[in-house]
């Protein structure tokens, strides 16, 4: 009996000195989350990851896309002559060549000089990520539509 009693000690107390470890209580590392979303006349849409293309050779050209889980809808938003924070504007003629780009299975809808649909971006941090604004009229030449993109916000992680 004293031989199953001492078992039985002995094993709740190696279950509890193990089940318990050093780094219970040590808070979790904090996951940054990349994203892009907006709304597409007045539809939600969010991507679930962001990317941003830096080129450092000039004309410093900066290009942040993301796309749904399924890739049917994307939005790519490309500034060119990026010289970083502050608000860019495209699609106000030949000399501004920023666009902002949704694709969608209806095609692509652009900013763009020849249509005169106008957006901006605008860049709030600017360090190895990317966060900010951004809203744009989109027009698809294929179609002859257009389409509203309001409330753009990303976070995005700066790839060279």
């Not at 094993?11 to 709304?39: G, H, M, R, V, W």
């Not at 971006?121 to 179609?143: M, P």
């Amino acid at each position: 009996m004293k031989t199953i009693l001492k078992t039985l000690l002995l094993t709740f107390l190696f279950i509890n000195l193990y089940s318990c470890t050093s780094d219970d209580s040590s808070p979790e590392e904090e996951q940054t989350t990349y994203f892009i979303k907006a709304k597409i006349n007045g539809e939600q849409f969010e991507s679930n990851f962001a990317i941003t293309l830096y080129n450092t050779n000039e004309p410093n050209i900066i290009s942040i896309q993301g796309a749904t889980q399924d890739n049917t809808i994307s939005i790519h938003l490309i500034i060119k002559n990026y010289n970083g924070s502050g608000t860019y504007t495209a699609g106000q003629g030949i000399s501004n060549q920023n666009s902002l780009v949704l694709t969608n299975p209806d095609g692509a809808f652009l900013t763009d000089f020849e249509s005169g649909e106008n957006g901006t971006i605008t860049i709030t941090e600017n360090g190895n990520d990317l966060t900010g604004t951004f809203s744009f009229s989109g027009f698809n030449f294929q179609a002859n539509t257009s389409i509203e993109v309001t409330e753009g916000s990303f976070h995005a992680t700066k790839q060279l």
